[in-house]
Nanobody
Framework: VQLQASGGGLVQVGDSLRLSCAAS????????LGWFRQAPGKEREFVATFSRRSGSTLYADSVKERFTVSFDYAKNTVWLQVNSLKPEDTAVYYC??????????????????WGQGTQVTVSS
């Protein structure tokens, strides 16, 4: 599975972005596609995920009121709509693919394929 993330940029507080991650490869329908982020000097943290098997979504508590994850089946692309951006949202955002069960999808160790990351910088 190959993942190509894009859509990051430099934005102002309160702005929105839509990040995309195009997936390619075999048996994509078996994978959940998730988003993680890593800020400078911090651990990589879970943001959101979309399970292709069930259509279910999971969110980190810190973003669930502002971020929306969705999947375009025609394009095999997972989207992350990020609204009301805050300076603490500044990070490199990574997409990743996992075949784990839904309950395990908040952990980065459940993901076996990773994209290259896209930088989001929120300026105050």
């Amino acid at each position: 599975v190959q993942l190509q993330a894009s859509g990051g940029g430099l934005v102002q507080v309160g702005d929105s972005l839509r990040l995309s991650c195009a997936a390619s490869g075999r048996a994509l329908r078996d994978y959940a596609l998730g988003w993680f982020r890593q800020a400078p000097g911090k651990e990589r943290e879970f943001v959101a995920t979309f399970s292709r098997r069930s259509g279910s979504t999971l969110y980190a508590d810190s973003v669930k009121e502002r971020f929306t994850v969705s999947f375009d089946y025609a394009k095999n692309t997972v989207w992350l709509q990020v609204n009301s951006l805050k300076p603490e949202d500044t990070a490199v955002y990574y997409c990743a693919a996992s075949r784990a069960v839904l309950s395990a999808l908040r952990g980065s160790s459940a993901y076996v394929y990773w994209g290259q990351g896209t930088q989001v910088t929120v300026s105050s």
